[in-house]
């Protein structure tokens, strides 16, 4: 997904038109246009003008922060890390199957309400499966791509970082002098 993409994603769940994020920005509604269609980039500058208008961390449009990476992708990463078909999370949810694999491949946007629903549904936390980052500001955003790549693995993944993480803790070479 392009950060154009991401922008009118993002604006859409606000439920925001192009003027009001453009007033909300201080810019015109002409340069929000160009950026969702992907005539121009914004520079980082505006981009963080841009994610403070719309309540999100700028990280969440860069490369560093999962670009490519949805909501829909994540719901699908928890869904699957939960071993729920889709159809058992439509049951769970009160929605058609077909929802649900919309949602997955982001033909439509999930408002906030509907993210929280999902993250009730899946056990997850519901601002990472809005913008890939978690709650918890305690987290560096090391911690958070640890944990981000954590719950993409497979269970053996899982148990084999793990064991990984387990080896270096113990090395005196990776151990914090306190």
């Known amino acids: 997904m392009s950060i154009g993409e991401q922008i009118k994603a993002m604006r859409k769940i606000r439920g925001l038109t192009q003027k009001e994020l453009a007033e909300k920005c201080s810019m015109a509604d002409s340069a929000v246009r160009k950026y969702e269609s992907g005539k121009i980039v914004p520079k ?50 009160g929605v058609t199957p077909q929802t649900i694999s919309q949602y ?50 497979s269970p053996e993944g899982q148990r084999v970082a793990l064991e990984r993480m387990d080896e270096l803790s113990q090395h005196p070479r990776y151990k914090k002098d306190f």
């Open 104 to 153: 997955e491949r982001n033909i439509i946007n999930p408002k906030p309400e509907t993210i929280k629903k999902f993250a009730d549904a899946l056990g997850v936390d519901a601002r990472w499966l809005e913008v890939g980052e978690y709650e918890d500001n305690s987290l560096s955003g090391e911690e958070q791509q640890l944990l981000r790549y954590f719950r993409i693995m």
């Open 44 to 93: 980082i500058e505006m981009l963080k003008r841009i994610a403070d208008a719309l309540e999100m961390p700028v990280g969440a449009f860069l490369p560093s922060m999962g670009l490519g990476e949805s909501t829909g992708s994540r719901i699908k990463i928890a869904r699957e890390r939960q071993g729920v078909t889709q159809a058992e999370l439509a049951e769970k949810m």
